[in-house]
């Protein structure tokens, strides 16, 4: 999952909901956490992801 959204972070910097889900469809689950991986990726569109981001900053 952290593989895949940092693909799509590096190849789509600012991509939108839809994007991000279509993504990510492949890795996700229906178990109630795709809102949570979604504002995740979003956080991490304004972070410098050339740095380590630890659980808090998330």
Do not use: F, H, Y
């Amino acid at each position: 999952m952290i593989i895949q959204a940092s693909s799509l972070l590096k190849d789509n910097p600012k991509a939108n909901d839809d994007e991000i889900r279509q993504a990510m469809s492949g890795v996700l689950c229906r178990c109630g956490s795709q809102a949570r991986v979604l504002k995740a990726i979003k956080r991490a569109q304004g972070a410098d992801l050339g740095t380590n981001v630890g659980a808090a900053d998330l």
